[in-house]
């Protein structure tokens, strides 16, 4: 499996804007099929523990509450070089230097709000999975 499946997230802001059917459209055309997905509300604490690695940067709380200032959309995407042609698809973190085409430069307000997170490994591919969803939600 590692390398066919990657994890995203549609961001609250994105939501708010009411970007989730033309992001997920957007991933579909690009050729991924969506095996999982879920609409919920972040706490605090799950929002702390899924951005540890950031914990330390000085963002870390400006994250947080935008992360949980609104639901998101949670998704397993699957297609072959799934996190790397992902990536390409999402465009980079800062919408301004996003390539045309890619869902940050369609949809994103800033480099915090960012309409949209993907996996940036197979190995976090797979952990992100399994913090959002049980593998019975998964559908193959």
Same mark, same amino acid.
């Given at each position: 499996?590692?390398?066919?499946?990657?994890?995203?997230?549609?961001?609250?802001? $994105?939501?708010?804007? &009411?970007? $989730? &059917?033309?992001?997920?459209? @957007?991933?579909?055309?690009?050729?991924?099929?969506?095996?999982?997905?879920?609409?919920?509300?972040? #706490?605090?604490? *799950?929002? +702390?523990?899924?951005? $540890?690695? =950031?914990? *330390?940067?000085?963002?870390? *709380? %400006?994250?947080? #509450?935008? @992360?949980? #200032?609104?639901?998101?959309?949670? /998704?397993?995407?699957? !297609? +072959?070089?799934?996190?790397?042609?992902?990536?390409?698809?999402? %465009?980079?973190?800062?919408?301004?230097?996003?390539?045309?085409?890619?869902?940050? !430069?369609?949809? /994103?307000?800033?480099?915090?709000?960012? /309409? $949209? =997170?993907?996996?940036?490994?197979?190995?976090?591919?797979?952990?992100?999975? /399994?913090? =959002?969803? *049980?593998?019975?939600?998964?559908?193959?």
């Amino acid at each position: 499996m590692a390398g066919n499946i990657t994890f995203t997230m549609i961001k609250p802001e $994105a939501m708010r804007k &009411g970007a $989730a &059917g033309a992001i997920l459209k @957007m991933i579909q055309e690009a050729g991924f099929e969506i095996i999982a997905l879920k609409m919920k509300q972040m #706490s605090t604490k *799950d929002a +702390e523990e899924f951005y $540890a690695v =950031h914990k *330390d940067r000085p963002f870390f *709380d %400006g994250l947080i #509450s935008f @992360m949980t #200032s609104g639901p998101i959309i949670a /998704a397993v995407l699957k !297609k +072959e070089n799934a996190v790397e042609d992902y990536r390409k698809l999402l %465009g980079t973190t800062n919408p301004e230097t996003a390539d045309e085409g890619t869902i940050r !430069k369609a949809f /994103a307000t800033n480099v915090t709000m960012n /309409a $949209a =997170h993907g996996s940036d490994s197979d190995d976090n591919a797979a952990i992100e999975t /399994a913090f =959002h969803f *049980d593998k019975n939600e998964i559908i193959e």
